[in-house]
């Protein structure tokens, strides 16, 4: 059969719930609100039912009792014969409610498209039909992804990551991430076995879509309800009963090829919740008849991962405990799939019309960077005083000493510190700094190759499949860091980076530099060097100067993930209000702009050629009534290329006009969605100097909402009484090459 590809893109159609009444009357009718919400589809439940059976035996796990006001107790049946339509639902689960009218959209419109083409999409699989598999391939992983989030379970995962999240914003929540799941399934090696052949068959549970993971039992902490082992995870396997006679399993393929040798614990090799992923439709093992003894054990981890309920056509199913004795880590070996998995992996490519390629490994890498940037993996942990594996540049014991490997940053690739160590070195080399050289005979042969080669280093080490989650230094008790929220540059670096180190251990701030393969040939350093010259310029001098605090692990630069991650940046885009984005600068920025726009301006006069200053300083003249002499004008002239010479953060050379397409000025800072993220994820507190972003923070909108914690007011108020004395002046002296001798920078 010949290979099919599948691109699957991020959700980009979400539901939008308007406060508007949810009933409108037509000639005198008013519509019936669905209070019923079924978060197991009937059309789903009917593919366990038996010939001619109408009813499916359901289990109540945890049976609830209640006492009445008389005193007697009212239990909840342990087991019971339901029809579809009264099991596995919740009145009000999706039911939202704007004052006293009640919106049923996201049951009718939302899940119904869900449910229809998700119901084709299973019998499609179930039927072993490759054409239709092929066509409604998106909607089958569509349709797990939305039956993952929309239960019971589902929903109290997502409450679990906020703090009193309302109804309605976790219906919001539940749709902005109900696509997360299928770019790394869709990558898995793809199984289904049969019980055809078998008196036993699958149950159905409350939370369908079952994750296994051998070395995460139920009773594991990770597990504790409602917890489930990530899919990001190496060994862990999705387990979906297609109906009572099909389950299909995904596997990770890296644990599918060596599940001995596998490091179970670790994030499978590019472990992403967005983006793209290209993946063959025909791939997919299926043929395999599993014995009695096999299906009551995956019975068994449908049952362990369920919230409340399952159920099965005959009751007896519903009790695989007391059959299945295997030990957990032993019912992975009938989910590893026993075929052979040449239809799985390898490299695809893809031409386009318009000449160009796409390129996919198979872990859904875009690219071969991951080579360059890989580094010998260690194979056992390091002494507590050596080196950390993750490449922090501190000890073990103070670094990921104490976290599994899945909470560690990865051990495989470069690190954060590691790429800007091997940019900053590969600044020097290029700029041939040497014992003898002096900052002001590097600018001079400052060079539009110059600036390629570094720019093209730069975005070799940060591709655009990069996976910064995987390199971000982890949340720890043992060490406290700070993100900068706002601009870094050369001209305030001593004040908004430099000045805070005295009073943290670690400090994470945006990258000056941004991703050449991200944009347009005409802002491109690499394609147009010489608009980003004296840009490209400022930021080797920010590179250098924070070198000896990035070597010792102290300042992290990250990217921009908006400069090279598209699903990211659409996300965040998703969720910005395009009005909030357009308010006023507060006056400290306006401020500190017109203070920037004017160096701007002053740096690029004093870098014309001595004719054209001269007629620039007549103009000027004439608009004061003022009268110079020529001798006059050439002592401003000299004057201004002496402080031209003086100024390490300028070119020497005249700048670019317009018929040259001019320069181009990047200023570079975290927005403040982007800075929350890292910061979650970093376990870093945010600060900033910008009144615009403590504006920003502290407001109160739609979507975010400020709220102290009452239990840590009294270590706010003691904050806020803090002085934090930033030094007049933080920069070095100069810049140490290699060598130990230094390259003058004037301070």
Known sequence: MAAFSWRLPRADNRLHLHQSPACVRYGGMQPQITRNNHYVPKWYQRGFLSRKQHKLHVLNLNPACTTLPNGKELREPELESLGPKLAFKEFDLYTTRFGQALNDEIERFLFGE??????????????????????????????????????PKGLDSILRHYNGLPHLELMLQMQALRQMHATMWSECVREIV???????????????????????????????????????????????????NHCLILTNLEYAEDPKGASTLSRRTNARFRGFSTARTDALISGRQLTE???????????????????????????????CRLPWRDVGTILLPTENLWRFGGEIFIGHNDGTTSYSDKFGRTSKAHEALAKKTLSEDPAPEAACGCGSGIPFMDCCSGAPPHERPTWKALSIRERNLTLCRAIRGILEMTEKSTWLDVRCKFSDDHVRRINDLFAGLWPEDTQLTELLPRPQNKRS??????????????????????????????????????????????????????????????????????????????????????????????????????????PVDKEEAHQFANDEHMRTIKRLPAKELKAYLRRCAEDTAEAFSDKDLGSVVDFWKRELEEDHLSLLDPPATSEEGGELRTLKGFGRETGLFIASLTGSFVYTTSDTHWERLHRTDGVHHYSPDPASSGIVHGLSEVVVEVPANAFNDGIDPPNGKRAVIPS
């Open 481 to 586: 860091r700070g993100l900068y929220l706002g601009i870094v540059d050369a001209r305030n670096l001593h004040r908004n980076v430099l000045g805070l180190l005295p009073y943290v251990d670690e400090l994470v701030a945006v990258h000056p530099f941004i991703n050449a393969h991200a944009v347009r040939p005409e802002f491109s350093p690499i394609k147009s060097p010489a608009k980003f010259k004296e840009q490209t310029l400022r930021n080797a001098v920010v590179m250098l100067l924070l070198e000896s605090e990035i070597a010792s692990g102290r300042i992290h630069l990250v990217p921009d993930p908006l400069d090279y991650d598209i699903g990211f940046r659409e996300e965040i885009l998703g969720i910005i209000d395009s009005d909030e984005e357009r308010g006023e600068l507060g």
């Open 114 to 151: 869900i449910d229809t083409r998700g119901a084709a999409a299973v019998r499609a699989w179930i039927a072993g039909d490759m054409v239709q598999i092929h066509h409604r391939f998106r909607d089958f992983f569509e349709y797990l992804d939305a039956q993952k989030l929309r239960t």
């Open 194 to 244: 049969s019980a055809t052949k078998s008196t036993v068959k699958f149950i159905v549970s409350d939370h369908p879509i079952t994750i296994y993971h051998p070395d995460l039992p139920p009773d594991a902490p990770v597990c504790e309800y409602p917890g489930d082992p990530g899919i990001e995870l190496v060994g862990s396997q999705t387990v979906f009963a297609l109906d009572q």
């Open 293 to 323: 003894d096999e299906v009551m054990a995956i019975n068994h981890v449908l049952k362990a991962r369920a919230r409340k309920y399952v159920a099965a056509s005959d009751p007896r199913w519903l009790y695989p405990e007391k059959r």
